[in-house]
């Protein structure tokens, strides 16, 4: 009864700090004295007025899941006005490349709930981030945020279920040594460490404190295993994870999570990585997704004696079947398949267990989410989660799953089994073999129109054209394969 108080005390507790007015460092929420969710064109014009915000920045996220900006210069009220309601044309040919030069203008229009100061120009500017419209007016088929919308409505429609999610984002923070530092750290140990051991946890809680101001309900964050000290530069890692958002929400989090992350490096002098792997033989970064799904507003993960339910084995289930095509959203540069390796607290392996480190996907110790291990920040987090979505829906819609998911089950370490290994099967090991599973399973991503044609084969030519079908032999050279891995230093 004590671990059932303490789980619905932490869902209350997330929900009250996601939405609270009172708490919430976002500006605008504390002045509108409204969520965000909430917030009107009339709302977004009063705080510009009140704080005399001089510029308007709309940004949005296209192919490559980084994000654009379009700057404005407040005139006057009309003028804001008017982009605010109609938005702004863009290239959208220069943003996709499923779009034709000569049908090339496409719409970006603002979504009131995403608004935050911009905490880095000197200038007040309000940021805010658009969904993509064609130019009749429709949401742009081949827009990433669109398809995860579409995916989403479609498992509403199937199921009567919504996905929730909380990430946790590892990232290197990159700076030049010192010659005898007074406080060294060990290399694959930083886990938790502490000043004066960990050096950035200065810049990491101005991170935190900076994207609470933007509307972004950070859970926690703390230094991560991996420690690289080379001759001329330490690579420490850190991790930030996020409190359960709504899907939708959850992949603009990721976007202005790596912006804030990325800009604050900049400010200290310092480089920061995503990037999957930086070195053979030290702990790349992930991006794990710890998911849950709710049917009016309550939890499906567990019954009443605490016991997995059979939706969410079937949660299960859908994710294992899809896994291997899921990397070619989730994993999306070569590099991403030199983390995927054992003894690395990274997947390699299609199988679940509770609490189980070793397996792809991981039912934590209060069973409130399952957590999906193999994905990175080199994806395009809008597409990530519309595929999960897809093979969620995929579980909770097909009977067979559950028998997927009951052979799938490890109760071991995987790395230590012989025998359990050679019931399992693999990951994919390149970009080119992650392209192939999508190319098989393009039918089951297509249904109903999720995701459109042009953006499946236009995955699969990327995927393709990396050639690394022999990337585990062509890096058996420890030196050759770090000097590769510095190429991607700043993928996603």
């Not at 005399?52 to 379009?70: F, P, S, W, Y």
């Not at 006057?76 to 034709?100: A, C, P």
């Not at 059979?310 to 949660?315: G, T, Y």
């Not at 193999?374 to 597409?383: M, R």
Request: hydrophobic share 35%.
């Amino acid at each position: 009864m004590i671990l059932l108080d303490k789980e619905e005390i932490v869902e209350e507790t997330e929900r009250e700090f996601a939405s609270s007015s009172l708490l919430n460092s976002n500006p605008l929420v504390q002045h509108l004295e409204k969520p965000s969710e909430e917030f009107t064109k009339e709302d977004i014009v009063k705080f510009v007025k009140g704080k005399d915000i001089q510029i308007l920045n709309l940004c949005h996220v296209a192919e490559d899941g980084r994000l654009k900006t379009l700057s404005f210069v407040i005139n006057n009220e009309k003028y804001l006005t008017q982009v605010l309601e109609g938005g702004e044309r863009v290239d959208g040919s220069s943003l996709f490349s499923y779009i034709d030069v000569s049908e090339s203008d496409i719409f970006v229009l603002p979504i009131y709930r995403t608004a935050f100061i911009n905490p880095f120009n000197a200038i007040p500017t309000l940021n805010i981030l658009c969904e993509y419209f064609d130019r009749n007016g429709k949401p742009l088929e081949f827009s990433p945020r669109n398809i995860l919308r579409k995916a989403g409505k479609k498992l509403l429609n199937k199921t009567g279920v919504t996905l929730e999610a909380l990430p946790e984002l590892e990232f290197y923070v990159i700076f030049k040594r010192e010659k005898e530092p007074l406080y060294p750290g060990v290399p694959q140990k930083n886990y938790h460490e502490s000043t004066p051991f960990a050096k950035c946890e200065p810049l990491r809680n101005e991170v935190m404190t900076t994207l609470a101001k933007c509307g972004v309900p950070v859970k926690y964050s703390h230094s991560e295993v991996g420690l690289i000290p080379t001759d001329e530069f330490v690579m420490e890692q850190h991790e930030i994870e996020f409190l359960l958002q709504p899907f939708e929400v959850v992949a603009d989090t990721l976007t202005i999570a790596k912006w804030v992350i990325r800009n604050i490096g900049a400010k200290y002098g310092v480089t920061i990585s995503f990037a999957p792997k930086l070195m053979v033989g030290h702990a790349g970064n992930g991006m794990h997704i710890h998911m849950r799904g709710l049917k009016n507003r309550k939890s499906i993960m567990t019954n009443t004696n605490r016991e997995l339910t059979k939706e969410a084995k079937r949660m299960i289930g859908g994710i294992l079947k899809f896994a291997p095509s899921l990397t070619a959203f989730g994993n999306t540069v070569p590099v991403s398949y030199l983390r995927l390796v054992p003894h690395q607290e990274a997947p390699t392996y299609l199988c679940w267990g509770y609490r189980n480190r070793s397996a792809l996907v991981r039912i934590p110790a209060l069973k409130q989410t399952l957590e999906f291990r193999s994905p990175d920040a080199s994806a395009n987090i809008y597409l990530l989660l519309a595929g999960v979505t897809v093979a969620v829906e995929h579980g909770l819609t097909n009977n067979q799953v559950l028998k997927l998911a009951d052979d799938l089950y490890v109760d071991t370490n995987v790395y230590d089994d012989k025998k359990v290994q050679a019931k399992l099967k693999e990951l994919p090991g390149s970009c080119y073999e992650s392209a192939e599973y999508l190319e098989k399973d393009k039918p089951l991503y297509e249904k109903e129109n999720v995701f459109p044609r042009e953006v499946l084969d236009g995955t699969v030519r990327k995927l393709k054209n990396y050639e690394d079908e022999k990337l585990g032999e062509t890096l058996k050279d420890v030196d050759k394969a770090n000097e590769f891995m510095k190429r991607y230093i700043h993928c996603g």
